[in-house]
């Protein structure tokens, strides 16, 4: 009689056994992205660009507040001033590595928000099902006979100008989005056999939905979320560069641009600057997205 | 087909209502007074509560979104609080001008965006389909209203080639299709061609590439027909999708034309809304927002029902 390979395992084991199951798929992910080339050169430009922006006051640069008169609009390269200076005489080195704490977060931070009230309403949506998700459902259809931009600004606008405003009026602007990304995958795996040996088990609908579906849910809405940094950043300096999110004389990236306008036919080099920052944070989190999909997407 | 359009149809009207109904309560959550454009900071007490009655804010919200609804669906959108015109005929004034700037984008986004997606799809992981889809990453990622000003800088600024603001000549509202017109038309509409380029892009190359993988590719070719005939196929097959994400692109250039106009003051609705929220204009705010909003979901209804009619696979019923 042949002893099961089972028997021989001890309960720590056994219980240690389904974890690295899970940890050798992201193991896996991890190790594709880590591969690709295009997505690491990403990850580093974006980690220089957050960390200098979390250290800045160590890094000795000059008062980003502090202007002068004197030494207003001067251009890129000139001696004490790398980047030359604003239209108030500030240093614009100084400003945009400053501006990126603000930018950043105003950017990133309606897209986590929505992460997270968008993967638990399309959950609840998709697992429920019935009248509730006809409810939810529906209501995030009226937010999609908006064009994104413009329901951000009419809510900024309505609202009225502020970061905080600002960061509200763009977490309204993703949630429905990334509900419906949630919905339709949580709608994909809830009639799978594990959902219903879970059910068959005894277990609860918020049991099954914590343990059971979120973690085959969360991949797809992850990078669907991740993709959506690239449009938040955009949209959010946007709003500052119309004058509804930062208020001056905040370092902030659209702003920038907005204040620096009327200084495109003095300095235009400089007044582009702001403008390069938020292209190169966009297009990071673009190629990062593109390059985690396909690191997910292990079948191939 | 008929009983499709009309099902469809039907099934827009409560989308319709839920957008004026959101469109109604933006002003609702407004902090302070909704007179504050017109109201002197020195007004009595009683002047206040007249206005208030005079423009209807002093009853019950769902009464006065019945009242707003009932006027909108008459053509009545009020009257301006900065200017004292009628909105609607403010916003259809401005949204002629959106509507040139976005044919004119989609004109230059669409031809691009389906020559390199198409191309890139057809020589798949080759440097053509690299360099393509590179044009298309920068085209979704880059901040508009920052190429708009990069633009400026160079053709405007530096070459001195175009004009960097307005819609014409003299500040003259009236728009032809001349060169002395179409001077100002150049950097906007190219700012506006960008996304839609990038977004058209990426979908049709992996449309195209998904194309050229099925079964039914291999037996055109095995039946000897030459690669151009292979590739009218391919074109027949992405066709109803492409199509649909134009639309929609077509869509997103009329609705999110704001920060573009502002960048090059050209006088279209986008710009109407910017003054709107800055003067705390609500009526005009309200109304314009609505207008735009209702032409993305009539656009959005076209888009469908000229998807069913091209694509035999969407079910008709």
């Known amino acids: ?300 | 087909m008929l009983l499709y359009i009309i099902r469809r149809i039907i099934y827009v009207i409560p989308i319709v209502i839920s957008v004026a109904l959101v469109c109604f309560l933006l002003v609702h959550i407004t902090p302070g007074d909704p007179l504050v454009a017109v109201l002197p900071a020195d007004a009595s007490q009683e002047l206040a509560a007249q206005l208030r009655a005079a423009y209807g804010f002093d009853r019950p919200l769902p009464v006065q979104f019945g009242l707003w609804l009932w006027r909108a669906l008459n053509g009545d959108l009020g009257n301006s609080i900065a200017t004292g015109r009628p909105v609607l005929s403010e916003v259809l004034r401005a949204v002629g001008n959106t509507v040139t700037l976005a044919i004119a984008a989609a004109m230059i986004g669409f031809t691009l965006g389906l020559l390199l997606g198409l191309i890139a799809g057809y020589f798949r992981d080759t440097w053509i389909d690299k360099t393509a889809t590179s044009f298309a990453i920068a085209g979704v990622s880059v901040p508009h209203y920052w190429l708009g000003m990069v633009l400026v800088i160079i053709f405007s600024v530096e070459l001195n080639w175009l004009p960097a603001v307005g819609a014409g000549p003299g500040g003259s509202g009236a728009w032809s299709w001349d060169w002395a017109h179409i001077r100002f038309l150049v950097l906007p509409a190219i700012t506006t061609a960008v996304i839609p380029m990038g977004i058209i892009t990426r979908t049709v190359r992996a449309l195209t590439g998904d194309i050229l993988s099925q079964d039914f590719v291999e037996a055109l070719r095995a039946k000897g027909l030459r690669e151009t005939d292979v590739f009218r196929h391919v074109i027949k097959n992405a066709a109803p999708t492409a199509l649909a994400v134009m639309g929609l692109q077509l869509g997103y250039m009329l609705g999110g034309s704001i920060l573009i106009e502002t960048v090059f003051s050209w006088p279209g609705s986008g710009l109407l809304l910017n003054s709107a929220i800055f003067q705390r204009d609500l009526p005009l705010l309200q109304g314009t927002i609505l207008v735009l909003a209702l032409f993305f979901v009539a656009l959005n209804l076209l888009v469908d029902i000229a998807q069913a009619a091209i694509d035999p696979r969407i079910k008709r019923a």
């Not at chain 1, 594709?32 to 640069?61: E, H, N, T, Y």
């Not at chain 1, 951000?152 to 429905?176: D, E, K, Y």
């Not at chain 1, 989005?177 to 709608?187: D, G, L, P």
Request: with cysteine.
């Open chain 1, 1 to 300: 009689m042949t002893v099961s390979p089972v028997g021989t395992l001890s309960d720590e084991q056994l219980q240690a056994a389904p974890a690295t199951k899970a940890r050798g798929y992201w193991a896996t992910v991890g190790r594709r992205l880590l591969r690709d080339k295009v997505s690491m050169a990403c990850a580093v430009i974006l980690l220089a660009i957050f960390l200098s922006a979390l250290v800045a006051p160590w890094l000795g640069l000059a008062d980003p507040y502090q202007g002068s008169m004197i030494r207003r609009l001067k251009h890129i390269g000139t001696a004490g001033y790398p980047l030359g200076t604003d239209e108030l005489g500030r240093d614009m080195l100084a400003r945009l590595v400053y501006g990126g704490r603000l930018s950043l977060v105003i950017g990133i931070l309606p897209v986590i928000l929505a992460f997270g009230i968008g993967t638990m309403l399309g959950l609840i949506a998709g697992y429920v099902g019935g009248k509730l998700n006809t409810a939810i459902m529906r209501t995030v259809d009226v937010f999609y006979a908006f064009p994104s931009v413009l329901l951000a600004i009419a809510i900024s606008g309505a609202l009225g100008a502020g970061i905080v405003n600002s960061i509200v009026s763009l977490t309204i602007v993703f949630v429905p989005q990334i509900t419906r990304v949630a919905e339709s995958v949580t709608t994909g795996v809830r009639n799978m056999d594990f959902v219903e040996a879970a059910r068959a088990s005894g277990a609860g609908p918020f049991t099954i939905m914590r343990v059971h579906m979120l973690g085959n849910v969360l991949g797809p809405i992850f990078v669907y979320a991740t993709g959506l940094i690239s449009v938040s950043m955009i949209l959010a300096a946007g709003l500052s560069f119309l004058g509804l999110g930062t208020k001056p004389p905040e370092p902030e990236w659209g702003l920038m641009l907005n204040t620096l306008r009327t200084a495109i036919y003095v300095n235009p080099w400089v007044a582009a600057l702001p403008g390069a920052m938020i292209f190169a944070v966009s297009i990071g989190f673009n190629l990062l997205s593109d390059g985690l999909r396909s690191a997910m997407d292990i079948r191939n």
